[in-house]
């Protein structure tokens, strides 16, 4: 590359979130560094925009010399913010993500406001990598991983990564053994509610649950992150089961007045 | 089918949105329906959870004899509370979600409260379906697609969808032509902000933007709306870019120490 790369920093637990930092140590040497991230913690946020209210962006000195903003909105808000006001002149290499605190393996990639703004970034055919650590506590360690994501970050600004523009990379919270390329492993929540009563008497319910793998592949992020590997899923907007379109052609003779009962 | 099957109706667009009102008219009569759906319109959430807030529901009595909960939260929310606490004992047969006042086809699926609601469900299992029309107006007219959804709702239930579990169908405002199973086509939103100064002095962003279709397929739902049919993709929560992952493979190469500069 001649001159640096333009990087976009973002994330879901916020401005002031040690993940963040961490992030923005890794690539800082590798390129320009713009950082744009929500104001709030925007955990489980998923792919949410704000449509019903303004925005706000202001630039804050929280990392010395790199250009800082905190928006009002979702990590979403944040992406095109920072695409079409922030840098609107200026194309981004790549976005990163993260670091974020907690699992964004398997199906928690559709709750995941991280991952989320790196795909907001892929739409926009920017190559983006959401990054996670296994670790859901402020204080987690992001030391060890730092070498590796730092490796993740020059391979991809270099290598690209063909179709998918879109990387889902975690990290398990020990040792680190390496790195493996995986598929989205089947697993779900396994919900139960917390129930209570306010101090006006009235009933709440507040979400809880468990995870819970179903895939006994040995091919997946589950896996490799058990395992003690850093775990990358390749991953795309496109959500079509392809397989799934000629069992369902039946539908199209679905005809008005066929059986309009 | 011997007895009623047990159907869930949410939306985004809230508990007294029409077309709520329109997709409980399509079910009451094909099973058992009970309704929750959000005390606030809830557009663009996208797959977002309430995880830092406790959760409220009341029974309403908006649909006559039909039981009916608004709740407080995002339609994922209202999903995990209809399968978790409000039917906990009854497992659903069909979600339905919808209909909502305007778009999802394309990449809109990804924004959208409504089909994530859907994509909810059909992680627990349970086959889903998500209905919007192409007319965001309150005023908007569903009468014409009702027969059409009442077969695709009987269709569902007794044919299954196989391995997808999730239909996005998307409705044209005008004449239906037909019904059309479809691939998810590729478009993006073209963003601008409107920018403006609040009574405070203060600089706001205002999102808008409009609806760019990139892709010249005629299998797409994009095609199948623009020709004046009911489109029809069978999507998945699977986000992995199963292809790319042989060419990415190279990652695995990453050792600590290798070159963590």
């Given amino acids: 590359m001649k001159e640096k790369p333009l990087i976009l920093v973002t994330n879901d637990d916020g401005i002031l979130a040690p993940g963040l930092r961490a992030l923005v140590d890794i690539v800082s040497p590798i390129g320009d560094v713009v950082v744009v991230a929500p104001d709030s913690p925007q955990s489980g946020k998923g792919h949410a925009i704000t449509i019903n209210e303004p925005l706000r962006i202001n630039e804050v000195k929280v990392f010395g010399e790199i250009r800082a903003f905190e928006c009002s909105g979702t990590p979403v808000d944040c992406v095109k913010l920072a695409m079409n006001v922030i840098e609107k002149d200026r194309p981004f290499d790549l976005c990163v993500s993260g670091i974020n605190h907690g699992s964004n393996a398997a ?8 991952l989320s703004a790196a795909m907001e970034a ?6 983006s990598i959401g990054f996670s650590l296994l670790d859901y506590s402020f204080s987690a360690d992001f030391e060890p991983c730092k070498p590796y994501l730092s490796q993740i970050v020059k391979y991809v600004l270099q290598n690209g990564v063909d179709q998918s523009r879109l990387l889902n990379v975690n990290i398990p919270a ?3 053994e390496g790195v493996k390329v995986c598929r989205q492993g089947e697993a779900k929540w396994v919900e139960e509610f917390q129930q209570g009563t306010d101090p006006r008497g009235e009933s709440y319910y507040w979400l809880t649950g468990r995870f819970e793998n179903m895939d006994p592949g040995q091919d ?3 896996y490799a992150l058990d395992h003690g590997y850093i775990s990358i899923v390749p991953s795309m907007h496109d959500l079509t089961h392809h397989s799934v379109i000629d069992i369902i052609k039946p539908l199209e003779q679905i005809k008005l007045g066929y059986d309009t009962k």
Same sequence: chains 1, 2.
Avoid: A, P
């Fill in 122 to 127: 892929s739409l926009e055919g920017v190559n």
């Fill in 174 to 176: 020990g040792d680190i």
């Fill in 220 to 222: 997946t992020d589950i």
């Fill in 107 to 114: 199906i928690n990639i559709i709750y995941s406001g991280t």
